[in-house]
């Protein structure tokens, strides 16, 4: 069977400044990954090129075995399969369930299993009877939680996560380590940015870590380029 994502010469630049140069990189569908690195190491860039979000440079990525090409209609398609979960995520000044039902609306997805998907998303992230409540109006942590239940409301094959536990107390970090260690279980694979080391062996997963745009071996994984 062939890989979820495939990397092969990848580059990105932001002017005349490379910020991305993976030679080859091998993903597979199932799994958790922790992509970690400094600040300005690129993580952020790669999730966007793994979200279909923006393309490299240079270089081939190849989702599925199929060669991504960047086109509307192929590109409507993908984005479909991957969600971002952004580090700042923006939510809607209307009520809970209006925002973790919107890209469910969007996807013309209505009545009972519209109402079915956002309510076990909700209580998926311990946010049970929140749905009537403003989402303007939470802590951080049950924002951020929100931001989770919109993200699996979707039922994404591919979640990518940009640091989503940065900015969380300790309690909504223990919920959303447990949510995101059950996703490979339930058929959804996890990249995840984080820069707590802690969180590699709280999910017990394999490790990707980035230095100026490269990926270079670690303890977990082997030098080969497939993790
Ligand atoms: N839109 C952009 N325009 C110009 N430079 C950018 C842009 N986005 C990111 N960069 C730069 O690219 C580098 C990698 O950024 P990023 O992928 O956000 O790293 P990380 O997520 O690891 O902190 C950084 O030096 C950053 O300043
Ligand atoms: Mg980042």
Known sequence: MSALYQLKDIGRRYGTRPVLDIDSLQLQAGRLYTLTGANGSGKTTLLQILAFLQPPNSGNLIFRGLPVTWSRGVLRQLRREVTLLHQSPYLFATSVYANVTFGLRSRGIRGEKLRRAAMAALETCGLSGFE??????????????????????????????????????????????????????????????????????????????????????????????IL
């Open 132 to 225: 009537g409540r403003s989402a303007r109006e939470l802590s951080g942590g049950e924002a951020q939680r929100v931001a989770m239940a919109r993200a699996l409301a979707l039922q994404p094959a591919v979640l990518l996560l940009d640091e989503p536990l940065a900015n969380v107390d300790s309690e909504t970090s223990s919920l959303l380590l447990q949510v995101i260690r059950s996703l490979p279980k339930a058929g959804t694979s996890v990249i995840m940015t984080t820069h707590d080391p802690r969180h590699q062996s709280d999910l017990n997963s394999i490790t990707i870590h980035l230095e100026n745009g490269c990926v270079v071996s670690n303890a977990t994984s082997s030098h080969s380029g």
